[in-house]
């Protein structure tokens, strides 16, 4: 499976989500403030989705959650 990351995924994002998971991919999403509308999105989504809260305007903190 491949897997995408979404930022911003508490907005209104719902017809790009349909067309990856209708191409079989994982999604994780990304949020900053709109936890109730990630966590019901999360919900309706499933196991093939993931979220995590994070601040993205804010280098210090988006540097904190880099993989390298």
Do not use: H, P, R, W
């Not at 079989?24 to 499933?46: D, H, P, Q, R, S």
């Not at 988006?62 to 993989?67: G, N, T, V, W």
């Amino acid at each position: 499976k491949k897997t995408i990351l979404i930022t911003g995924a508490s907005g209104d994002m719902e017809v790009k989500f349909a067309f990856f998971y209708k191409n079989n991919y994982k999604v994780i999403g990304t949020y900053n403030k709109n936890k109730a509308t990630i966590e019901a999105l999360a919900e309706e989504l499933g196991s093939d989705f993931s979220y995590y809260q994070c601040d993205l305007s804010d280098f210090n903190n988006a540097e904190s959650y880099l993989i390298i």
